[in-house]
């Protein structure tokens, strides 16, 4: 099942061409890594794929719903964390999880608090959740975020340099709960983030941009048989783009 469809996706930003033709697929229960270098236009892609911008030309369908024509259908499918997760740093957890969820339009009141409990638990902050956010550490602000990603019951997670600042053991954390999810519930991740080595433990596909250009498509199996790593092949095609062979 395809859940997430770019074509021929085009951003141009003060006439200077930011996001150039991209086009790749991602289906139902795929981890994809989406990687390249600053200044390579991956925020800004994450930006359109969220609805916070709009392509200038081609299309972005999530769940086969245009992004531009049919933007609320289509995001109600889609959980994001784009840069840092913002949150009341006076209220509770919990508080900060009701208050999203209210304005959540797949959540019914009668069922609020039961799902704010159920994504708490998700991300292990059961035994936190009464306690002020201002007392929370990075990791734990981050599985918050992951949790206010996942009150709508999205298909798709997507998340912006998610490990940025956290410890070995939030990063461990982290990827642990992105596989469960996975693997329970089947849902998609597109995770950007320089962190390769990181990302290569948990992603079964990959998408390389440069320029704003997509420049690799592929999955993990495929480096497994050409007997590589993601981050020897994204040296190689970097070098490669330096000196004008690709």
């Known amino acids: 099942m395809l859940v997430l469809e770019l074509k021929n996706v085009s951003k141009i930003i003060k006439r200077k061409m930011i996001i150039d033709q991209i086009s790749f697929r991602i289906d139902k229960g795929e981890i994809c890594g989406f990687v390249g270098p600053n200044g390579s236009g991956k925020t800004t892609l994450i930006r359109m794929l969220t609805g916070l911008i709009r392509p200038t030309a081609g299309f972005i369908k999530i769940n086969n719903e245009n992004i531009v024509t049919h933007r609320e259908a289509a995001l109600i499918n889609v959980g994001a964390i784009v840069e840092n997760p913002i949150f009341f740093p006076y209220m509770s957890g919990r508080k900060n999880l009701i208050n999203l969820g209210r ?144």
Not at 131 to 146: A, E
Not at 153 to 166: A, F, K, S, Y
Not at 224 to 229: E, G, I, L, P, Y
């Open 103 to 246: 304005i959540t339009p797949t959540i019914r009141e009668k069922e609020l608090h039961r799902k704010v409990d159920e994504v708490l638990e998700k991300v292990g902050l059961e035994k936190r959740a009464d306690d002020k956010v201002s007392t929370y550490s990075l990791g734990m602000k981050q599985r918050l975020g992951i949790a206010q990603a996942l009150l709508g019951d999205p298909q798709i997670v997507i998340l912006d340099e998610p490990t940025n600042g956290l410890d070995p053991m939030g990063i461990r954390m982290f990827r642990n709960i992105v596989k469960e999810l996975n693997e329970q519930q089947n849902i998609s991740f597109f995770i950007s983030s320089h962190s390769l080595l990181e990302l290569d433990k948990i992603c079964s596909s990959w998408v390389f941009i440069h320029n704003g250009q997509l420049i690799w498509r592929g999955t993990s199996k495929q480096l497994k048989t050409n007997s590589t790593n993601v981050e020897d092949l994204f040296i190689e095609l970097m070098d490669a783009k330096k000196v004008g062979l690709t």
